[in-house]
């Protein structure tokens, strides 16, 4: 007759089988390391050069401005901030238009976490993006960030927040972040 303690031992595979799993575990881990590191150094790369280059075709077109210009504009002008989000993380556009987006919008304005959710938002980026942030085609001017502190474009979204300031701040996801239609 066998105790319950000799027969849990017996089931249960043997310590150094667990410990050779590990160990032939690490060049997997390091290989996987190897790949994972050069692909986000390069990815990110490529973001950012891509946000350089359109902030160069911005300028040559005349349509980029600094961030002193745009917070001076916003204070004395007014007009909309247009706060293109690709994801939480970035990259995020800021986009200056002397007009009043809200009233000038055939389509409701939400928020941006909400726009991206749902297919049913979609016609006001599409027409934002071709009225304002289109590189092509739009009117709104780039304003240039990358140096920027995060909290002073925090400070100036909040400004924008209050009924005293007459400059307001809407956020979009710009069409290619929507989901897709079924079948596309």
Same mark, same amino acid.
């Given at each position: 007759?066998?105790?319950?303690?000799?027969?849990?031992?017996?089931?249960?595979?043997?310590?150094?089988?667990?410990?050779?799993?590990?160990?032939?575990?690490?060049?997997?881990?390091?290989?996987?390391?190897?790949?994972a590191?050069?692909?986000? $150094?390069?990815?990110?790369?490529?973001?950012?050069?891509?946000?350089?280059?359109?902030?160069?075709?911005?300028?040559?077109?005349?349509?980029?401005?600094?961030?002193?210009?745009?917070?001076?504009?916003?204070?004395?002008?007014?007009?909309?901030?247009?706060?293109?989000?690709f994801?939480?993380?970035?990259?995020?556009?800021?986009?200056?238009?002397?007009?009043?987006?809200?009233?000038?919008?055939?389509?409701?304005?939400?928020?941006?976490?909400?726009?991206?959710?749902?297919?049913?938002?979609?016609?006001?980026?599409?027409?934002?993006?071709?009225?304002?942030?289109?590189?092509?085609?739009?009117?709104?001017? $780039?304003?240039?960030t990358? $140096?920027?502190?995060?909290?002073?474009?925090?400070?100036?979204?909040?400004?924008?927040?209050?009924?005293?300031?007459?400059?307001?701040?809407?956020?979009?996801?710009?069409?290619?972040?929507?989901?897709?239609?079924?079948?596309?």
């Amino acid at each position: 007759m066998q105790t319950q303690g000799t027969e849990s031992a017996e089931k249960q595979p043997s310590t150094w089988t667990g410990a050779v799993m590990g160990i032939a575990m690490i060049p997997v881990l390091l290989v996987g390391a190897c790949l994972a590191i050069p692909y986000t $150094l390069g990815a990110r790369w490529l973001r950012l050069h891509g946000e350089h280059k359109l902030r160069l075709l911005m300028k040559s077109r005349g349509r980029l401005m600094t961030w002193p210009e745009f917070a001076c504009a916003m204070h004395k002008r007014g007009g909309t901030c247009i706060e293109e989000k690709f994801t939480a993380k970035g990259p995020v556009r800021i986009w200056w238009t002397p007009e009043d987006v809200r009233r000038e919008s055939p389509h409701e304005i939400i928020d941006w976490f909400t726009m991206r959710k749902g297919r049913q938002y979609e016609p006001f980026a599409h027409w934002c993006r071709a009225r304002y942030t289109s590189a092509e085609a739009g009117s709104a001017v $780039l304003v240039d960030t990358p $140096l920027v502190p995060r909290r002073e474009i925090y400070a100036l979204w909040s400004e924008c927040r209050s009924d005293a300031m007459k400059a307001q701040w809407i956020e979009v996801a710009p069409p290619e972040i929507l989901p897709h239609k079924p079948g596309q």
